[in-house]
Nanobody, 125 residues
Framework: QARLVESGGGLVQSGGSLRLSCAASGYTLRYFSVAWFRQAPGKEREEVSCISSTDGNSNTYYEDSAKGRFTISRDNAKNTVTLQMNSLKPEDTGVYYC????????????????WGQGTQVTVSS
């Protein structure tokens, strides 16, 4: 059964770092774009970062507030995608979901068909 599992969330102070991991079973991540979405309390799910498929040259995308602080990367040997988050801010708080889509990245949740269960990230001030 194909599934995505996120890990690495937790509670961290402002300015700290966390490393989120998205592991896939039942299919191979490098054939798909993989995105990280954040859902803060009372808000819609929004894309934080995305990496296109290997065939799409693994191009990366970051939403404006994540640029310079977050890094998305693939480990094809481990079939994982990682989001390294540095200089965390309280506004980064939320549940982080990884999701797989087509070859190229998209900012829309409707373009991602498989989702993990999410991992909570809480940044205290």
């Amino acid at each position: 059964q194909a599934r995505l599992v996120e890990s690495g969330g937790g509670l961290v102070q402002s300015g700290g770092s966390l490393r989120l991991s998205c592991a896939a079973s039942g299919y191979t991540l490098r054939y798909f774009s993989v995105a990280w979405f954040r859902q803060a309390p009372g808000k819609e799910r929004e894309e934080v970062s995305c990496i296109s498929s290997t065939d799409g040259n693994s191009n990366t995308y970051y939403e404006d507030s994540a640029k310079g602080r977050f890094t998305i990367s693939r480990d094809n040997a481990k079939n994982t995608v990682t989001l390294q988050m540095n200089s965390l801010k309280p506004e980064d708080t939320g549940v982080y979901y990884c999701a797989t889509g087509g070859i190229s990245c998209s900012p829309h949740t409707r373009d991602f068909g498989s989702w993990g269960q999410g991992t909570q990230v809480t940044v205290s001030s």
